[in-house]
Structures are given as structure tokens and as C-alpha cells.
């Protein structure tokens, strides 16, 4: 053991080939695990485990030579790289301990027999450690809020000094559990990695400006380890905690809640678990590729400890996934190569997926689960291939998820490895000895693992020796397609283009690589030449499938804005591509940004575009400049009113008024176009759009919002016709209310007794600052439905005139205290009426306790919701009050509404995850969940979290929907730290009615209503 001091101040003890765990001054962990449970033996697991026929688990290292490994690495000897994490203490326990320290350490099999028989602690001086990575003499770790690189260019597994921060500006407070993590070479020669949702980074090498930074939420990026470049790959998801690529080089992320299975297309922005993208035009988002979920969205996703349904477990086990792996070694049967592979959390299970070619891109297919543990303490982390075709599993060992909110069991680790039956030894290996010639070879080896190793190599080699030179002779002949693309990446890292030959080749897949590997090169404020140009249109024009053409669309993202519209030409066309899931959405990322500049003519992209998605953008984001750009809109309603059967597509005319419709939602008014035609009918010319309710909804709309009288008076001649329609009645309510056409708070005051449109009444009363209003609403009391009632008490707590006769109505009776919900409660003291809200307190109780009282109310219903009295509890009467005080945001086997994240993804066996998260919901709140205030020039306050802002408009999402809201109208706006998920949830509810609630959110079945 030695100790060296360096002057930047970091202290390094390193042990050699030594069983210890700990270095000398190394603290000693902590074990904070409330569970009383303990971790089964690394034999009994290896015992327990359900696995195919001819299959064998093996414990390669545990505890004390492993604890807490996050994440786990092989380098060019076959060693596996382990990093060790002691900081992290749960994400309602501070985040990260200051007094504990995180370590790599490197575990090595030097006679074959499958377990490790040497270790040796690489650094542990190191905190909040998420990832590792081996590669150009050296070691890559993210240690929160950095990426550094730890030279060791001698490989004498000493550093050669201190850690350099290559990048800074990663979160590591508010990100709680969702750090920046996942280091893994890409096939392309860049270093990629991901991020979770909960905050926002901005990455740059040390002393970048704002502007040369990068900002990422939630999603991939990447950084090039000789142009030292970041690079934001993909925005989106939620919580990723691993990655692979297969062996066309597609990339895909496992991750969790909203969907497991994301492909990572550059450039790509998709579905979040919440929030919105911080592009304000990615107006549709991709879906992810899988065509299931691995648990029964009408029963629990996660295994409680008593067991779990068989649906549940047929679909796999539960939501949270870590660790991916595509699987491309030799020791597996052929049945299990090229299939996905990812660990279950909650499920204690290696789920397994298949990948098809689907349109443009992929599904993923679900097949058997692989492998099923019963260790309690089961937590594995990642899924790697090894030099001998076996798998390497590593363990975190622990009874908590990912945000631990029951403490950290840091004494104990595990790596396990997977193997069918017993692979040939691989021992004192050592690729960086082979010659260039070798390494090429290396791309053709049926064991994928030599390939990378190789290619990051000759990569290394050929930046670091300035005398390195591949000649024709090195290059070995392949025989397949994928080998042949293995080799084309070999020689992209070993510097010869060889881009030509791709373009031409016969094969899609190295077309797409032809295409991806210009795109690194593609500047956007360089012009492509004109061949380049012909290329990238031909390979457009000739793809058969589209897989081709929708990599072309992400590399036109980094193009200059002549060549993105010239490249969007031939994108456009492809008909045969329209319904894609994936296509259209990236075709329109490709040429969004150019809307902006008035010196191209995007508008015209309409006359000749085959896409209805992307004409509808484009009629979308031209006419939120209608203001400053009118002669654009007048424009595209000369291309609607053309429309005809000769048309590119026959949705055109429709397409781009629904785009101005989505456009000036919200708004108040708009100067009318010149050329604007009233009738929807103009823009159905020669097409079978006569009975199109979406156009005729959307010509309305636009009437309104251009001032079109006579519309509007036939509007209300329908409101008020009770032999109309009673959903075409219903729409011109809630139109003609949000326009707030004066006057029109009569109509609805007479339309109260109308039980057809009584719902819609109310809402549109909201509207309308009208004295009669509260009385005359009251006084229909006895006509309501369940779902007016809730209408009544929104309409009330709207303003604070109209408040006041709500407490007056629960005071004599006439409503329930249990009707006005915790939002509502909170709603009404945010008017700030110091006499309103002593009302309040006296009919309905404190809307926001104190800290204290808080830590109170969780230990009394600690003791309420004990296990003895919970088993005696009603879940259905628990469903019904799901009903009442929750599906309004949070589904729950399927029902509800999903403004909150789904409750079916969420830790609901743990009793303090749930009483944390009810009864002090803005303890930890994202930045996307807090809650704005909004004063109204009508008087009206509207409390929710801002979704979308545009130059006109605002979208808050409250909890009774998506508001879209004109910036005239807003007087003033009060930002807030708490959670639109209000406190005091369960101020009203008795005892009994908190048990059954309880009960049901932490039941294991749906149950019937009572």
C-alpha cells in the first residue's frame, strides 16, 4: 500500500493484487437499510435461481471485494472494471453523504475457473460516482458534477496523476436519483452516456461559455475524446440507466415508468415521464419502440413481497429496468443472440425482448423472461458480455429502488456471472499487443466483445502514434453483412474514409452508416457540395424501407438552413412513410428551426409535402408569427383554399387549418386574413373531408378568434337549440366561453336547468364575473350529477366572490366539506384574502401544515395504516375514494388521468414512499411539477405547472386539464416552490376512509366498485 499527495490536492491510495477492502484511511461504510431483512449468500442465490436448461450463474466477486457496484466496464485484458458507490443516500436522505468516499477497483479471473482471484483498488478518492469507462490510457468516470479522465498511460493500473475534468455543469443536487450516468463507447468512436428528468445540465469543457454548452433534462449525450466535443444526442424518457447497440449499430436505452425500450435516434426527441421538451416546436414526441410493458396495467407492476399475479408476472415483473444489454457473444445458444436483455428491478428478473425491423425503424417483441432470482436484496445494475461469450451481472444488493427512501446497504455487492454451460477459459489476454492486422481480424470474431475492443484500439493508435499506418494487407475479407460493417467502423476509427463505398453499397444498414458518418462532419454553418447533397437524395429516393431516409432527416438537423430545406424536398415526399411513428416527426425536427427565417420560403414545403404531420407543423409554427408575418398564414390559406384532387395529399387544405387552429389556441383575437374564407367547406374542395369534424372544429375556432360575428351568433343559436346535438351543443358552449363574448353569461345562466349541458354550464360560468352567478348555481343543487357537483365547486373556487358562497354553502350543508378537494383548498388561498382564508380554516381545516406538523401526521398514520389493521380495510370503498381525490391526476390500474406520473409505476408496497410523497408532496419536487399563480384581467386565479410558453400564449397544466391561456389576459404571475400536487390530501377523510384508501393504493389487484 502507498499513499501519494499530488498538488492539485487529490490523495490516491492504491492497493495492489490485495484482498483488503479498504484503503487505510478509506472510510468505513454505513449500513442505513430500515429492513430487517438481510441479503441471501452469493451461493444460496446462485442456488435459487431459475435459469434455462444448460444454463449456470456463478459468483465471479462479493462482499467484502465488492459493495455497491454501480457500474460496471471490461478493458483490452478482459478485466472487469468496477465502480463502487457509498456516497449516494437516498434521494429523502439528502442525496449524497459528505463523510463516505466512492472507489474504482479492478477484478480480474487470471486462471479461468470463472471467479476472481485478483483485486486491486484503482482510486478511492472519489465521490458521487455514477459510471466508468476504459479507453486512450485511461479511465473515464462521471463523479458528480464532472466527467474526468484519470490518465494511466503505462497501464500499471496507478494513476498518473489527478483526475482532469474534461466536462463540468452536471447537475448533482435537484437530480436527486436521475444523475447523468451509463459511459459506453459507441461504434462511431464517441463516448456516450445519458441523463435522467429531474433537473437540467449544462455541459461544457471547463471554462465554456453559456452559448458552447450543452443543456440536456432527460436523454443521451455524448462527448469525443480527441475533438473534445459534446454532443446532445436524444431528449426524452425518464430515468435511463442503460444502453447497447446491436449489430447494425442501432442504438437503443432501457429505462423506466413510461416505457422500457427507446431507440436513440440522433437528434430524436421523445415521450417524457413529465415536463415538456425544451424544444417549444417538438410538437409531437416518438413513442417508444416496444410494443408492451413488462407489467399488467390492470393489476400492480412491481413484486410485493407476499408475490405477485401471474398476468404480472407473465408480463414481465414491473416497470423499473436496469442495465441493457443486446446480446452478440459466443457462449449463448444462437437462439439468444441479437435479443435484448435487461434486468427488472422489482421483478428480480432478466426480461428479454426481440427487435424486428418495423417501417423506419424497429419493435421490440416481448419473449421469456431469461432469469428469475428470489434474493430480497436483488438489485442488479448493469448486464455486460465478457471476452469468454459469459454474461457479468452486477449487484447492488438492497432492498430499496432507485430512490432508497428506506436507507442504503452498503456492506454488500455482488457480481454474478452468466454462462451456458462452461465456456473455454480466457486467460492472459492482452489485444493491446496485437498488430493493426490483428485488430481488423478481430471485427470478424463471433464474439462481438473482441470487435469493440479492437476499434478503440486502432482508434486510440491512430490519435496517439503519429507513425501509424494501415496498408491494404491489413484488412481481412469478411463474409457477412455485419461483418463487413464491423470492419467499415474499424476503419472509420483507424482514419480511412471510406464513405463512398457505404453510399454505394447495396446493403440499407451501410447506407445508413454512410449517412451517419458524414453527419459528424456536417457543420451547420458550412454548405454541403453538391455530390454530398445528390448522395444524401438519392439515398432518400431509393430506400426501399425508410430506415435510410429517417437517418438522412436526423442528420439534416446539424445541416445549414439551404441545404435542410433542399435535403426536406426529397424527405417530404415519401408517401409511403406518412403513418410511420417515427418518420414524420423526424422530418419535421429536421426543418423546424428554418421556420424562423424569413428568408426561405418554408410555406411552400406545403404544395409538394406527401406528409400530413409535417404540413400541419408547418401551418402550426407559421402561424404563431401571424402577428409580425401575416403575409405567410395569407400564404397557407391559399394553398388550403387550392386544395383539390390533384393535391400531393388530400388532407392538405385540412392539415394546415387544424395547424392554425393549434396555433392560436388560446388567443383572444388575431387580425383576420385577408383572403380568409368562414366556411369550412372551402377547404375540402374535390376530397372526402365533407363530414370532417376535426376541420369544422377548427374553422370555428379560428371564426372566433378572427372576430367573425355572424359565426358566432350561429354558435349560440346552437347553445341554446335543445334539439341540437348534444355534443355539437356542448362544443359551442365551451367555444363561445372561452372567447368570453359578452353577454353570453345570460345564456348560461338560463341554460343551468338544462341537465343535458349542465356540466359544460358550469365550466363556461367560470368565464364570466357575474354577481348571479353563485346564487343561481346553488340553487340547482338538486339536478346535479356526480360530475356537476365537481364542475359547481371548480366554478366556486374560480374567483373569490365566488368562494365566499361556497364556505357558505359547506357551512349550512347544502355541500360537503369532503366535496372541495385539497386543490381547491389551495385555490382559494392563493386569492390572499386574510378573511377568506380564516373561513377557510374554519369549514375546511389548514391547506399547508407545517414542517412539523407534517413529521406528526406521518407517524400517527404510520400507526393508523399499520399492517394488522390495513388487512381488515375496504379496498373497494378505497377505489372510491381513488376516484375522488386522486384519478384526477394519477392512473391507477388503467384509470385516471395522467397529469401526475402513473401510480402504477410508483414504490406503493412501501408505506413511507407513500406517506412521504401524500402527506409532504413538495419535500422533492421537479422543477416541471412546481406551481405557478396566475391573476386573471376576469378575476379569476389559475394555479397549475406552466407546460408551454410561446411569445402569446401560456399552458398550465391544473389538475382538471391543460389550460392555454392569451398573455394579455394574465395580470400577474407568482412563481412557487410546491408541488401542483397539494397538501393536506387527506384532511377530511375519517380513519376508517384513510385505511381503505391506503389499502387500495398499495393493493396487488384491481377491485371491483362497490
Not at 399475479?309 to 416497470?319: E, M, R, V, Y
Not at 361556497?806 to 357551512?811: G, H, P, Q, T
Not at 412539523?852 to 377505489?879: C, F, H, N, W, Y
Not at 395580470?971 to 376512509?993: C, F, G, H, I, W
Request: net charge negative; charged share 20%.
Amino acid at each position: 500500500m502507498r499513499k501519494i499527495l499530488l498538488n492539485a490536492g487529490w490523495l490516491f491510495a492504491v492497493a495492489f493484487a490485495t484482498n483488503t477492502s479498504f484503503a487505510d484511511d478509506f472510510p468505513t461504510p454505513i449500513n442505513t437499510e430500515k429492513s430487517n431483512l438481510r441479503p441471501m449468500s452469493p451461493d444460496e442465490v446462485v442456488k435459487t435461481a431459475t435459469l434455462p436448461e444448460g444454463f449456470q450463474l456463478s459468483v465471479f466477486a462479493a462482499e467484502p471485494d465488492v459493495q455497491n457496484p454501480i457500474a460496471i466496464t471490461t478493458d483490452h485484458k478482459g478485466r472487469l472494471w468496477v465502480a463502487e458507490n457509498y456516497t449516494w443516500a437516498g434521494n429523502s436522505l439528502g442525496n449524497y453523504r459528505t463523510d463516505l468516499r466512492d472507489r474504482i477497483i479492478i477484478l480480474e479471473d487470471t486462471d479461468g475457473d470463472g471467479k476472481h482471484d485478483k483485486r486491486i483498488v484503482f482510486l478511492d478518492q472519489l465521490t458521487k460516482v455514477t459510471s466508468v469507462e476504459v479507453g486512450f490510457g485511461g479511465i473515464w468516470v462521471i463523479a458528480l458534477p464532472n466527467l474526468l479522465f484519470i490518465p494511466d498511460r503505462d497501464a500499471d493500473d496507478i494513476p498518473d496523476g489527478p483526475p482532469k475534468i474534461v466536462l463540468d455543469g452536471f447537475n448533482e443536487d435537484s437530480v436527486s436519483h436521475t444523475p447523468a450516468n451509463g459511459l459506453r463507447w459507441g461504434p462511431d468512436g464517441w463516448l456516450y452516456a445519458r441523463h435522467g428528468i429531474l433537473a437540467t445540465s449544462s455541459i461544457g469543457i471547463p471554462g465554456a461559455t453559456p452559448s458552447q454548452r450543452i443543456k440536456i433534462n432527460t436523454g443521451v449525450w455524448r462527448y469525443h475524446p480527441v475533438r473534445k466535443e459534446v454532443d446532445a444526442v436524444m431528449h426524452g424518457m425518464t430515468n435511463s440507466w442503460g444502453f447497447d447497440y446491436s449489430k447494425t449499430g442501432d442504438m437503443f436505452c432501457i429505462n423506466t415508468v413510461i416505457g422500457h425500450l427507446w431507440h436513440v435516434i440522433p437528434g430524436a426527441r421523445t415521450e417524457r415521464m413529465f415536463g415538456v421538451d425544451m424544444n417549444r416546436r417538438a410538437y409531437q414526441l416518438l413513442p417508444q419502440v416496444a410494443d408492451h410493458v413488462h407489467w399488467d396495467t390492470g393489476e400492480v407492476w412491481h413484486q410485493v413481497r407476499e408475490g405477485v399475479s401471474d398476468t404480472t408476472l407473465a408480463a414481465g415483473g414491473g416497470h423499473a429496468h436496469i442495465g441493457l444489454m443486446i446480446y452478440q457473444g459466443d457462449n449463448w445458444p444462437a437462439a439468444y443472440r441479437d435479443k435484448l436483455f435487461t434486468l427488472n428491478l422489482h421483478g428480480k428478473r432478466i426480461n428479454c425482448d426481440r427487435l424486428e425491423r418495423n417501417g423506419a425503424a424497429y419493435v421490440a417483441r416481448h419473449e421469456p423472461d431469461l432469469a428469475v432470482f428470489t434474493d430480497p436484496f436483488f438489485r442488479a445494475m448493469d448486464l455486460i458480455t465478457g471476452p469468454d461469450g459469459g454474461v457479468f451481472i452486477a449487484d447492488w444488493s438492497d432492498t430499496g429502488e432507485c430512490h432508497d427512501h428506506d436507507g442504503v446497504h452498503r456492506t454488500s455487492g455482488r457480481i454474478y456471472k452468466l454462462t451456458y454451460k462452461s465456456p473455454t477459459p480466457v486467460t492472459n489476454l492482452d489485444l493491446s499487443k496485437l498488430s493493426n492486422a490483428e485488430l481488423f481480424q478481430a471485427q470478424l470474431h463471433s464474439n462481438a466483445w473482441y470487435g469493440r475492443q479492437a476499434r478503440r484500439i486502432l482508434q486510440q493508435r491512430r490519435w496517439a502514434d503519429e507513425t501509424f499506418h494501415v496498408s491494404a494487407d491489413d484488412l481481412p475479407l469478411p463474409e457477412t453483412a455485419a461483418q463487413q460493417l464491423a470492419l467499415a467502423w474499424a476503419k472509420q476509427a483507424a482514419g480511412i474514409n471510406d464513405l463512398d463505398s457505404l453510399f454505394q453499397s447495396s446493403d440499407e444498414v451501410h447506407k445508413t452508416w454512410a449517412v451517419r458518418f458524414a453527419a459528424d462532419d456536417f457543420k451547420a454553418d458550412v454548405k454541403l457540395d453538391a455530390e454530398m447533397i445528390q448522395q444524401l437524395q438519392s439515398a432518400v429516393q431509393n430506400d426501399a424501407s425508410g430506415i435510410i431516409s429517417l437517418y438522412v432527416a436526423s442528420a439534416a438537423q446539424r445541416l445549414t438552413t439551404v441545404d435542410r430545406l433542399e435535403i426536406a424536398r426529397s424527405l417530404i415526399q415519401r408517401a409511403d412513410l406518412a403513418k410511420d411513428r417515427f418518420f414524420p416527426i423526424m422530418v419535421w425536427l429536421s426543418i423546424e428551426s428554418v421556420v424562423d427565417q424569413s428568408d426561405f420560403n418554408v410555406v411552400d414545403l406545403c404544395k409538394i409535402s406527401k406528409l400530413p404531420l409535417v404540413t400541419r407543423n408547418i401551418a402550426r409554427a407559421i402561424t404563431e408569427s401571424i402577428e409580425s408575418e401575416p403575409q405567410n398564414v395569407e400564404r397557407l390559406i391559399e394553398i388550403a383554399l387550392d386544395y383539390s384532387e390533384s393535391s400531393p395529399a388530400q388532407s392538405t387544405g385540412r392539415e394546415i387549418i387544424v395547424g392554425m387552429a393549434e396555433a392560436l389556441a388560446g388567443w383572444n383575437r388575431a387580425a383576420r386574413p385577408a383572403n380568409w374564407s368562414s366556411d369550412w367547406k372551402s377547404y375540402t374542395a374535390g376530397s372526402n373531408d365533407s363530414d370532417d369534424e376535426s376541420l369544422q372544429q377548427a374553422v370555428t375556432q379560428l371564426n372566433i378568434v378572427f372576430g367573425d360575428g355572424q359565426a358566432m351568433d350561429l354558435l349560440v343559436s346552437i347553445a341554446k337549440d335543445a334539439a341540437a346535438a348534444p355534443q355539437t351543443r356542448r362544443q359551442a358552449i365551451a367555444v363561445i366561453s372561452r372567447a368570453k363574448i359578452a353577454g353570453f353569461d345570460s345564456v348560461l345562466l338560463n341554460l343551468l336547468s338544462d341537465r343535458t349541458v349542465q356540466q359544460e354550464t358550469l365550466q363556461g360560468l367560470a368565464f364570466y364575473d357575474s354577481p348571479e352567478t353563485p346564487a343561481r348555481a346553488l340553487a340547482m343543487l338538486g339536478t346535479y350529477s356526480p360530475g356537476a357537483r365537481q364542475e359547481l365547486v371548480r366554478l366556486l373556487v374560480s374567483r373569490a366572490t365566488f368562494a365566499y358562497e361556497l364556505l357558505d354553502a359547506v357551512a349550512d350543508g347544502r355541500i360537503s366539506a369532503t366535496e372541495i378537494s385539497a386543490y381547491h383548498a389551495r385555490q382559494i388561498q392563493d386569492f390572499g384574502d386574510s378573511r377568506l382564508n380564516d373561513r377557510l380554516r374554519s369549514q375546511w381545516g389548514d391547506v399547508r401544515p407545517t414542517a412539523d406538523d407534517k413529521r406528526a401526521t406521518i407517524e400517527q398514520l404510520r400507526s393508523l395504516l399499520a399492517p394488522d389493521r390495513l388487512v381488515k380495510a375496504d379496498q373497494s370503498r378505497g377505489r372510491v375514494l381513488f376516484n375522488q381525490v386522486c384519478s384526477n391526476c394519477h392512473v391507477l390500474y388503467g384509470q385516471g388521468k395522467k397529469i401526475g406520473p402513473d401510480l402504477t409505476g410508483s414504490n406503493r408496497n412501501h408505506l413511507d414512499y407513500l406517506l412521504e410523497n401524500i402527506v409532504d408532496p413538495s419535500a422533492s419536487v421537479a422543477a416541471d411539477f412546481r406551481t405557478s399563480i396566475f391573476v386573471l384581467d376576469d378575476g379569476r386565479i389559475l394555479s397549475g405547472a406552466i407546460q408551454l410558453q410561446t411569445d402569446k400564449t401560456v399552458s398550465v397544466q391544473t389538475p382538471d386539464g391543460l389550460a392555454t391561456i392569451d398573455r394579455e389576459s394574465i395580470v400577474q404571475t407568482k412563481p412557487t416552490t410546491t408541488s401542483l400536487m397539494p397538501e393536506a390530501l387527506l384532511q377530511n377523510l375519517s380513519a376508517s376512509d384513510i385505511q381503505n384508501l391506503f389499502a387500495y393504493l398499495m393493493s396487488t389487484a384491481q377491485v371491483p366498485l362497490q
